[in-house]
Nanobody, 119 residues
Framework: VQLQASGGGLVQTGGSLRLSCAAS????????LGWYRQVPGKQRELVAE???????NYAGSAKGRFTISRDNAKNTGYLQMTSLKPEDTAGYYC??????????????WGQGTQVTVSS
């Protein structure tokens, strides 16, 4: 299974970005999908997650500004980020829990996409 994260970039405070995480390979179904972020010297932290049935969970810092979604037909997850702040600057990583073909379940991390918010 390969994950391709994209959509990061440089944006001004108050701007928006949409991150994508596309999975490919021997995938029967993506179960849970999450977005995490990490800044140098700190632990990776959960930003938002979405379950297989569409239930969502957000970190407090993301509530009201970020929206996680998924397209099961494309095996792709998204993170729409609005009202961005300099403290949102980080590397953003997707994590997927995948039911595999022909069998098994495993977790995979994407390679990360950098988000930089200028003040």
């Amino acid at each position: 299974v390969q994950l391709q994260a994209s959509g990061g970039g440089l944006v001004q405070t108050g701007g928006s970005l949409r991150l994508s995480c596309a999975a490919s390979g021997s995938i029967f179904r993506i179960n849970d999908l999450g977005w995490y972020r990490q800044v140098p010297g700190k632990q990776r932290e959960l930003v938002a997650e979405i379950t297989g049935d569409g239930s969502t969970n957000y970190a407090g810092s993301a509530k009201g500004r970020f929206t996680i979604s998924r397209d099961n037909a494309k095996n792709t997850g998204y993170l729409q980020m609005t009202s961005l702040k300099p403290e949102d600057t980080a590397g953003y990583y997707c994590l997927v829990n995948v039911r595999l073909i022909p069998s098994g379940i495993s977790d995979y991390w994407g390679q990360g996409t950098q988000v930089t918010v200028s003040s």
